[in-house]
């Protein structure tokens, strides 16, 4: 059971609180495209991904990032149940989705970068190291129903 210091929650509140779903989650999700670009491969249905300017300009991309960031609200609103608030969404993603947990990993590595390049000189340090705990939690929960 992971444990929370109230300085940690307030950095996590306030980082969050921060974030404009509507333009970091596009962001991050295409990003992730670009850059793992295997990853499109759970995208067949998204129309064109053929080159970096295509999927920043994919409408479907963008409001899906907007549904993966939203659904990091449950977690920031429950840090001390974040693996069983993500249970269903795990198993949705394990024998639905068939998505690689790995993946899980890679998204969060490109939030967290879209984050600092957005906040700049704020997202210091020690904010980074509470920020990348707190999403190797969610992680870990999106990872928890895989068999
Ligand atoms: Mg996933 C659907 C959240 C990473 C591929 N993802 C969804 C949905 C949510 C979600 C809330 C909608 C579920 C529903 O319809 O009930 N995803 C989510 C989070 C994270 C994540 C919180 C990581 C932090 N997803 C992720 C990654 C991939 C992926 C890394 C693939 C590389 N997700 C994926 C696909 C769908 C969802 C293919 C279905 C999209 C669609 O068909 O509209």
Not at 69 to 89: F, H, M, P, Q, R
């Amino acid at each position: 059971m992971v444990e929370w210091s109230d300085s940690e929650r307030k950095t996590i509140a306030s980082v969050w609180g921060k974030i404009k779903v509507d333009k970091i989650g596009p962001q991050t999700l295409a990003r992730v495209l670009i850059v793992y670009p295997w990853t499109q491969r759970y995208f067949g249905s998204f129309g064109n991904l053929s080159s970096a300017s295509a999927v920043l300009a994919n409408l479907k991309v963008a409001n899906h990032g907007k549904t993966v960031l939203n659904a990091l609200d449950k977690a920031v609103k429950n840090l001390d149940g974040i693996k069983a608030t993500y249970s269903e969404l795990s198993q949705l993603h394990c024998n639905t989705l068939n998505v690689d947990p790995d993946n899980f990993r890679l998204l969060a590595d490109c939030l967290t970068i879209v984050v600092a390049t957005s906040f700049r000189s704020e997202f210091n340090p020690a904010v980074q190291a509470t920020w990348q705990k707190f999403l190797s939690v969610v992680v870990a929960a999106l990872s928890s129903r895989y068999h």
